[in-house]
């Protein structure tokens, strides 16, 4: 089987270019050294995001966009497609990996999505370490405040030819408190099956309209053009909602596809056995 891994940095203008490419190839690097020595799609999606959520330039984790009380407030969410094991966790505030605590409620298989004081309540339960909520609001954050894009997500293929997707984000800035996004919704933000594993960014309200991330899946079926799929859902969302998206999709034969809305750009790195690009 074909392995690749395909992580994309969100949607939209974005400033610190030149770190967030950095940051970009070490998130591929990272998820790709796991797929190389026999790992799962599941775990490598999630090491390419806990990466990013390190990194103060993306929207999600640390440096997370700040809500309407100035504060950090996180959604995430994983999926593997051949089980249909899937996590999620949302509105959390005082994790630093949001995407750890969605495979540790993954893992434990009794939810798939749990949100605020109750998601908070879990990772107690589990002993998953929690921060104090300021120490993720950035100094960068609190001057921008309202512009911050770069939600974070990642699709990888397995040697088994299994698939996973990974999504994380500080969601929208300014939003209200107790907000989720598309992020946590599997079908909307984030979604894998069998055929295709698939992450979106962009405006979540209208992502969650879509049901973007399922619309291509089901797409895929009557298509199977991973390329031609991304193209055509992001077409279809700009004809039938508001906003701008961005998707990456990789189907299980390790082929991937990815696509923005017109006028934007969707920071994204590929490993394949070929190598690794970082681009736009
Ligand atoms: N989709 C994310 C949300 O609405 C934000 C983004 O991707 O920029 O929460």
New binding site residues.
């Given amino acids: 089987m074909s392995i690749a891994i395909l992580v994309h940095g ?3 203008p974005h400033d610190f270019q030149t770190e967030r490419e950095q940051g970009m190839e070490k998130a591929v690097h990272t998820g790709y050294a796991i797929l190389e020595n026999g790992g799962s799609a599941l775990d490598a999606v999630q090491a390419a995001v806990r990466v990013l959520e390190d990194d103060p330039t993306f ?1 999600a984790g640390t440096g997370s966009v700040l809500n309407e009380l100035g504060e950090v407030e996180t ?1 995430a969410a994983l999926m593997e497609g051949a089980t249909r094991r899937a996590g999620a966790v949302g509105a959390l505030r005082g994790v630093g990996h949001p995407v750890e605590l969605a495979r540790c409620l993954l893992e434990e298989g009794r939810h798939v999505l749990l949100v605020g004081e109750g998601a908070l309540r879990f990772a107690r339960e589990h002993q998953f370490p929690l921060v104090e909520p300021r120490t993720l609001v950035t100094a960068a954050q609190k001057k921008h405040w309202s512009d911050h ?3 974070v997500g990642a699709v990888a293929a397995d040697h088994r030819g299994h698939l996973a997707s990974a999504t994380s ?4 800035a300014g ?1 209200h408190p107790g ?5 946590p919704l599997i079908g909307s ?1 984030t979604y894998a099956d069998q055929r295709l594993a698939v992450s ?6 209208s ?1 969650i309209r879509m049901v973007l991330a399922h619309e291509a899946a089901c797409r895929y079926r009557e298509r199977p053009e991973p390329a031609q799929v991304a193209r055509e859902s992001i077409e279809r969302f700009g004809l039938e909602v508001p906003g701008i998206a ?1 998707i990456i999709l990789i189907d299980s034969g390790g082929r991937t596809g990815w696509a923005a809305s017109p006028g934007t750009s969707m920071l994204h790195g590929l490993a394949t056995p070929e190598g690794i690009t970082v681009g736009y």
């Fill in positions: 969100g949607v939209g929207n959604d894009r770069g939600t984000t500080g969601g929208i939003k907000r989720l996004g598309d992020t933000g979106c960014t962009g405006d979540g309200e992502i961005g």
